[in-house]
């Protein structure tokens, strides 16, 4: 069985857990160290979802990104990663439903994300959801 909580504190399982599971998403960034995550934790604008499984192990996460801009709330789903050897079993689809609710639950309308064309399994479970292809043109300028 699996759980989803929401993080409230940086435990040592949380940061080695991080070390496992953001090289699975990006190899171009490195972890996020304690304090990092600590920010993240803490910041009224963001919810880290940790997923567990039977054995307590953290398998998964999914951060929600809470704003607000002139023209209303906006929330974002950002960086979702299960470990590779618990794939298939659910925890994306869990994590998702418990970002989807707690924006509901803040009064948002609508959640957005993204996801590279090649994460063919994670867009399949992003239309199964219910999100749905927006046609925009995506910027992005770096330093």
Same mark, same amino acid.
């Given at each position: 069985?699996?759980?989803?909580?929401?993080?409230?504190?940086?435990?040592?399982?949380?940061?080695?857990?991080?070390?496992?599971?953001?090289?699975? /998403?990006?190899? +171009?960034?490195?972890?996020?160290? &304690?304090?990092?995550?600590?920010?993240?934790? +803490? +910041?009224?604008?963001?919810?880290?979802?940790?997923?567990?499984? &039977?054995?307590? &192990?953290?398998?998964? +996460?999914?951060?929600?990104?809470?704003?607000?801009?002139?023209?209303?709330?906006?929330?974002?789903? &950002?960086?979702?990663?299960?470990?590779?050897?618990?794939?298939?079993?659910?925890?994306?689809?869990? /994590?998702?439903?418990?970002?989807?609710?707690?924006?509901?639950?803040?009064?948002?309308?609508?959640?957005?994300?993204?996801?590279?064309?090649?994460?063919?399994?994670?867009?399949?479970?992003?239309?199964?959801?219910?999100?749905?292809?927006?046609?925009?043109? /995506?910027?992005?300028?770096?330093?």
């Amino acid at each position: 069985m699996v759980r989803v909580e929401v993080m409230s504190q940086v435990t040592s399982e949380l940061v080695e857990a991080f070390a496992r599971l953001v090289p699975q /998403l990006s190899k +171009s960034n490195p972890p996020p160290t &304690e304090r990092e995550l600590a920010a993240i934790v +803490s +910041s009224r604008a963001s919810v880290l979802f940790i997923a567990y499984d &039977e054995d307590d &192990e953290i398998v998964g +996460s999914l951060t929600l990104v809470l704003f607000r801009i002139p023209t209303g709330l906006r929330a974002w789903i &950002e960086d979702v990663v299960v470990d590779e050897a618990a794939r298939g079993h659910g925890i994306g689809e869990l /994590l998702n439903q418990q970002a989807l609710d707690e924006a509901r639950r803040r009064g948002h309308k609508g959640v957005s994300l993204t996801s590279r064309p090649s994460r063919e399994a994670a867009n399949r479970l992003y239309q199964r959801i219910g999100f749905t292809l927006r046609q925009t043109n /995506l910027y992005r300028y770096d330093f």
